[in-house]
Protein backbone atom coordinates (compact mmCIF):
# COMPACT_ATOMS: atom_id res chain seq x y z
CA UNK A 1 0.00 0.00 0.00
CA UNK A 2 1.04 3.87 -0.20
CA UNK A 3 1.00 6.15 2.91
CA UNK A 4 -0.05 9.41 1.77
CA UNK A 5 0.42 13.08 3.69
CA UNK A 6 -1.14 16.05 3.62
CA UNK A 7 -0.33 19.37 3.78
CA UNK A 8 -2.37 21.45 5.33
CA UNK A 9 -4.84 19.01 7.23
CA UNK A 10 -7.09 22.30 7.19
CA UNK A 11 -7.25 25.77 6.77
CA UNK A 12 -9.89 28.42 6.89
CA UNK A 13 -9.16 31.02 3.77
CA UNK A 14 -10.55 35.01 3.21
CA UNK A 15 -11.98 35.59 -0.57
CA UNK A 16 -9.95 36.16 -3.00
CA UNK A 17 -6.92 34.37 -1.42
CA UNK A 18 -5.10 31.20 -3.14
CA UNK A 19 -4.38 28.37 -0.95
CA UNK A 20 -1.49 25.22 -2.25
CA UNK A 21 -2.24 22.48 -0.86
CA UNK A 22 0.83 19.59 -0.47
CA UNK A 23 0.87 15.63 -1.05
CA UNK A 24 3.19 13.71 -0.13
CA UNK A 25 3.61 9.76 -0.99
CA UNK A 26 5.88 6.98 0.73
CA UNK A 27 7.08 5.75 -2.11
CA UNK A 28 6.69 6.82 -6.07
CA UNK A 29 3.65 5.80 -7.69
CA UNK A 30 2.43 5.66 -11.26
CA UNK A 31 -0.66 8.24 -11.02
CA UNK A 32 -1.46 11.07 -8.63
CA UNK A 33 -4.90 12.53 -8.63
CA UNK A 34 -6.90 15.76 -7.00
CA UNK A 35 -10.51 14.79 -5.68
CA UNK A 36 -12.60 16.83 -4.47
CA UNK A 37 -15.69 16.29 -1.95
CA UNK A 38 -18.36 19.12 -1.52
CA UNK A 39 -19.99 18.53 1.95
CA UNK A 40 -22.53 15.83 1.38
CA UNK A 41 -21.71 14.48 -1.80
CA UNK A 42 -19.25 11.94 -3.21
CA UNK A 43 -15.87 12.42 -4.81
CA UNK A 44 -15.15 14.21 -8.00
CA UNK A 45 -11.94 14.32 -9.91
CA UNK A 46 -10.17 17.61 -10.75
CA UNK A 47 -7.25 16.70 -12.32
CA UNK A 48 -4.38 13.88 -12.70
CA UNK A 49 -1.17 15.31 -11.81
CA UNK A 50 1.28 14.28 -14.81
CA UNK A 51 4.95 14.20 -13.84
CA UNK A 52 7.26 16.56 -15.69
CA UNK A 53 3.94 18.05 -17.58
CA UNK A 54 1.12 20.03 -17.32
CA UNK A 55 -1.88 18.01 -15.08
CA UNK A 56 -5.05 16.72 -17.56
CA UNK A 57 -8.28 18.32 -16.09
CA UNK A 58 -11.55 17.16 -15.79
CA UNK A 59 -14.57 18.74 -17.52
CA UNK A 60 -15.64 21.93 -15.84
CA UNK A 61 -11.64 22.41 -14.05
CA UNK A 62 -9.35 24.64 -15.62
CA UNK A 63 -5.36 25.16 -14.90
CA UNK A 64 -6.14 28.98 -14.26
CA UNK A 65 -8.11 28.04 -11.23
CA UNK A 66 -6.51 24.87 -10.06
CA UNK A 67 -2.70 24.95 -11.09
CA UNK A 68 -1.06 21.43 -10.06
CA UNK A 69 2.50 20.60 -10.34
CA UNK A 70 4.12 17.27 -9.79
CA UNK A 71 8.05 17.45 -10.30
CA UNK A 72 8.53 13.98 -9.05
CA UNK A 73 6.98 10.62 -9.07
CA UNK A 74 6.13 11.42 -4.95
CA UNK A 75 5.27 14.93 -4.72
CA UNK A 76 2.52 17.31 -5.65
CA UNK A 77 0.48 20.09 -5.17
CA UNK A 78 -2.68 21.76 -5.72
CA UNK A 79 -3.46 25.55 -5.56
CA UNK A 80 -7.57 26.79 -5.50
CA UNK A 81 -6.97 30.03 -6.61
CA UNK A 82 -8.92 33.55 -6.27
CA UNK A 83 -10.99 31.66 -3.39
CA UNK A 84 -14.76 32.05 -2.85
CA UNK A 85 -17.36 30.51 -0.60
CA UNK A 86 -18.06 27.96 -3.09
CA UNK A 87 -14.75 26.43 -3.18
CA UNK A 88 -15.74 24.97 0.55
CA UNK A 89 -14.89 21.46 0.34
CA UNK A 90 -12.41 18.75 1.26
CA UNK A 91 -9.18 18.24 -1.15
CA UNK A 92 -8.21 14.88 -1.62
CA UNK A 93 -4.61 13.42 -3.25
CA UNK A 94 -5.42 10.06 -4.56
CA UNK A 95 -2.23 7.12 -6.29
CA UNK A 96 -2.77 4.37 -8.23
CA UNK A 97 0.64 2.28 -8.84
CA UNK A 98 2.05 2.33 -5.45
CA UNK A 99 5.03 0.24 -5.47
CA UNK A 100 3.84 -2.67 -3.95
CA UNK A 101 0.22 -4.60 -4.07
CA UNK A 102 -2.15 -3.96 -7.35
CA UNK A 103 -1.35 -1.58 -9.91
CA UNK A 104 -4.68 -1.27 -9.86
CA UNK A 105 -5.62 0.10 -6.29
CA UNK A 106 -6.11 3.70 -5.29
CA UNK A 107 -5.46 5.20 -2.06
CA UNK A 108 -6.26 8.36 -0.70
CA UNK A 109 -5.17 11.02 1.42
CA UNK A 110 -6.28 11.73 4.58
CA UNK A 111 -8.00 15.05 2.67
CA UNK A 112 -7.22 19.32 3.31
CA UNK A 113 -10.45 20.86 4.45
CA UNK A 114 -10.85 24.11 3.26
CA UNK A 115 -13.45 26.62 4.17
CA UNK A 116 -13.64 30.13 2.82
CA UNK A 117 -15.31 33.30 4.20
CA UNK B 1 -21.07 7.28 -19.53
CA UNK B 2 -20.93 4.94 -16.75
CA UNK B 3 -23.35 5.36 -13.59
CA UNK B 4 -22.96 4.26 -10.33
CA UNK B 5 -25.90 3.95 -7.98
CA UNK B 6 -25.72 3.00 -4.38
CA UNK B 7 -28.39 3.61 -1.67
CA UNK B 8 -28.65 7.07 -0.29
CA UNK B 9 -30.65 5.56 2.19
CA UNK B 10 -28.85 5.18 5.50
CA UNK B 11 -28.30 1.61 6.35
CA UNK B 12 -29.39 1.02 10.54
CA UNK B 13 -28.89 -2.26 12.20
CA UNK B 14 -27.96 -4.08 15.34
CA UNK B 15 -24.20 -5.06 16.29
CA UNK B 16 -23.73 -8.63 15.88
CA UNK B 17 -25.91 -8.58 12.59
CA UNK B 18 -24.52 -8.76 8.87
CA UNK B 19 -24.88 -5.16 6.73
CA UNK B 20 -25.39 -5.25 3.42
CA UNK B 21 -24.62 -2.92 1.22
CA UNK B 22 -25.37 -2.44 -2.84
CA UNK B 23 -23.88 -1.27 -5.48
CA UNK B 24 -25.29 -1.00 -9.09
CA UNK B 25 -23.76 0.19 -12.21
CA UNK B 26 -25.43 1.14 -15.29
CA UNK B 27 -23.26 0.34 -18.42
CA UNK B 28 -20.47 -1.53 -19.52
CA UNK B 29 -19.14 -3.68 -17.00
CA UNK B 30 -15.34 -2.87 -15.41
CA UNK B 31 -12.33 -4.67 -15.25
CA UNK B 32 -12.39 -4.31 -11.42
CA UNK B 33 -14.26 -2.60 -8.69
CA UNK B 34 -13.27 -1.22 -5.61
CA UNK B 35 -15.17 -0.81 -2.17
CA UNK B 36 -14.37 2.23 0.47
CA UNK B 37 -14.66 3.30 3.79
CA UNK B 38 -14.89 6.91 4.18
CA UNK B 39 -15.26 8.45 8.15
CA UNK B 40 -16.98 12.12 8.29
CA UNK B 41 -14.16 14.42 7.00
CA UNK B 42 -11.56 12.15 6.46
CA UNK B 43 -10.12 10.25 3.41
CA UNK B 44 -11.51 7.25 1.89
CA UNK B 45 -9.72 4.10 3.16
CA UNK B 46 -9.38 0.99 0.58
CA UNK B 47 -10.97 -1.99 1.84
CA UNK B 48 -11.32 -4.52 -1.50
CA UNK B 49 -10.88 -4.70 -4.63
CA UNK B 50 -12.48 -7.45 -6.57
CA UNK B 51 -11.38 -8.32 -10.51
CA UNK B 52 -14.49 -9.25 -12.94
CA UNK B 53 -13.59 -12.83 -13.18
CA UNK B 54 -14.05 -13.27 -9.65
CA UNK B 55 -17.10 -13.75 -7.89
CA UNK B 56 -16.42 -13.60 -4.51
CA UNK B 57 -13.78 -11.85 -2.17
CA UNK B 58 -13.35 -11.96 1.27
CA UNK B 59 -11.01 -9.94 4.13
CA UNK B 60 -11.78 -10.84 7.48
CA UNK B 61 -15.55 -9.60 8.98
CA UNK B 62 -15.90 -8.14 4.78
CA UNK B 63 -17.29 -9.81 1.87
CA UNK B 64 -17.90 -8.45 -1.67
CA UNK B 65 -19.67 -10.08 -4.54
CA UNK B 66 -19.83 -9.18 -8.54
CA UNK B 67 -22.39 -10.20 -10.55
CA UNK B 68 -21.46 -8.82 -14.26
CA UNK B 69 -25.07 -9.83 -14.95
CA UNK B 70 -26.65 -8.46 -12.33
CA UNK B 71 -24.28 -5.07 -12.93
CA UNK B 72 -23.94 -5.20 -9.17
CA UNK B 73 -21.87 -5.44 -6.41
CA UNK B 74 -22.77 -6.47 -3.14
CA UNK B 75 -20.58 -5.69 -0.03
CA UNK B 76 -21.11 -7.74 3.67
CA UNK B 77 -20.02 -7.03 6.98
CA UNK B 78 -20.81 -10.00 9.50
CA UNK B 79 -20.73 -9.20 13.02
CA UNK B 80 -21.33 -6.26 12.29
CA UNK B 81 -20.02 -3.64 15.38
CA UNK B 82 -20.54 -0.01 15.72
CA UNK B 83 -17.31 1.08 15.02
CA UNK B 84 -18.15 -0.27 11.38
CA UNK B 85 -20.41 2.78 11.20
CA UNK B 86 -19.11 4.68 8.08
CA UNK B 87 -20.20 5.92 4.52
CA UNK B 88 -19.16 2.93 2.07
CA UNK B 89 -18.19 3.76 -1.10
CA UNK B 90 -17.83 1.80 -4.19
CA UNK B 91 -15.82 2.74 -7.13
CA UNK B 92 -15.28 1.77 -10.99
CA UNK B 93 -12.80 2.04 -13.44
CA UNK B 94 -14.36 4.75 -16.04
CA UNK B 95 -12.92 2.77 -18.92
CA UNK B 96 -11.28 -0.49 -19.68
CA UNK B 97 -7.91 0.60 -20.03
CA UNK B 98 -5.27 0.82 -17.28
CA UNK B 99 -4.85 3.72 -16.82
CA UNK B 100 -8.87 4.91 -16.20
CA UNK B 101 -10.09 6.80 -13.88
CA UNK B 102 -12.02 5.75 -10.99
CA UNK B 103 -15.78 7.06 -10.69
CA UNK B 104 -17.49 7.16 -7.15
CA UNK B 105 -20.77 5.92 -6.00
CA UNK B 106 -22.40 8.56 -3.57
CA UNK B 107 -22.16 6.38 -0.92
CA UNK B 108 -24.04 4.13 2.20
CA UNK B 109 -24.04 5.60 5.38
CA UNK B 110 -24.46 2.06 7.57
CA UNK B 111 -24.98 2.92 11.27
CA UNK B 112 -24.69 -0.05 14.12
CA UNK B 113 -26.20 0.47 16.71
CA UNK B 114 -25.01 -1.14 19.85
Known amino acids: SAVISQKPSRDICQRGTSLTIQCQVD?????MFWYRQQPGQSLTLIAT?????????ESGFVIDKFPISRPNLTFSTLTVSNMSPEDSSIYLC??????????????FGPGTRLTVL | SQKIEQNSEALNIQEGKTATLTCNYT??????LQWYRQDPGRGPVFLLLIRENEKEKRKERLKVTFDTTLKQSLFHITASQPADSATYLCALPQGRGATNKLIFGTGTLLAVQP
Open chain 2, 27 to 32: NYSPAY
Open chain 1, 49 to 57: ANQGSEATY
Open chain 1, 27 to 31: SQVTM
Open chain 1, 94 to 107: SVRGATSGSTDTQY
